[in-house]
């Protein structure tokens, strides 16, 4: 499983188990630190029969992931479907309580307004666990048709991998929001890709010296 849009798909995908980084474009990511508070805007909806849906900032992506249990930040797509072969499949099989099993993880593009500067784009990446903050917004989307016509205040808790985000959504907006000069990243660039010939090198860390295939997510 790839990179999946729209809820319906989101949720097909979410209720079976899974089977078993930056895709090389500059990308800001969203950077919060333990206990700092922002207000943000999701820019991306997650479902293009919204009424707010604007193929220009398009849709959140869920993706399949794999990651190195050992290296949080060496994470990629799973290929087993698109090449019909992965190494974290194969890792996962071969060491099954090693944490190498793929899981989905959430991305989108959210306009970050920290009142230290600007407001600037940002990309938030998030896993979609039963405590995820992931699954507000998708019971917000279902319940009102929309994640992007409001403000939402998002403070971070904890660091690393023992992270979690609390979201909490302001009224929704009297008027249209002006979206002029806001320019979200391709998600689906953003995602780490990594050709099966090459990904066991990425996941251990091998790869060619002067070379680094990490991914700046935080978490």
């Known amino acids: 499983m790839g990179v999946i849009k ?42 293009e029969d919204s009424p707010n ?14 990651t190195n249990p050992k290296d949080y930040k060496r994470k990629a797509v799973c290929t087993v479907e698109s090449e019909g072969r992965c190494f974290g499949c194969e890792m996962a099989r071969k060491e099954p309580k090693s944490g190498w099993r793929a899981r989905f993880r959430f991305y989108t593009n959210l306009l970050v307004d920290d009142g230290l500067e600007d407001p600037y784009v940002a990309v938030w990446s998030q ?9 507000t917004l998708k019971e917000y989307a279902i319940d009102t048709g929309s994640i ?20 909490l959504p302001g009224d929704p907006d009297t008027e249209k929001h002006d979206w002029a000069g806001v320019e979200p990243f ?20 091998f790869e060619a010296a002067g070379t680094s295939n990490t991914t700046n997510i935080d978490w």
Do not use: C
Not at 10 to 39: C, F, H, N, T, Y
Not at 53 to 66: G, P, Y
Not at 127 to 135: D, I, L, P, T, Y
């Open 6 to 47: 729209g809820l319906k798909q989101m949720e097909k995908a979410l209720e079976r188990p899974s089977v078993s980084g930056e895709g090389g474009i500059k990308v800001r990511w969203l950077k919060l630190d333990d206990g700092q508070s922002s207000k943000v805007r999701f820019i991306n909806e997650l479902d």
């Open 186 to 205: 391709n998600l689906e660039k953003v995602v780490r890709e990594v050709a099966y010939a090459e990904q066991e090198s990425f996941y251990l860390g």
């Open 148 to 167: 992007s016509n409001r403000t939402w205040r998002m403070k971070r808790n904890g660091s690393g991998t023992d992270t979690t985000y609390i979201i």
């Open 127 to 135: 896993g979609v666990g039963k405590q995820s903050a992931f699954n």
């Open 53 to 66: 849906f604007d193929i220009e900032r398009d849709l959140a992506i869920v993706v399949s992931e794999h």
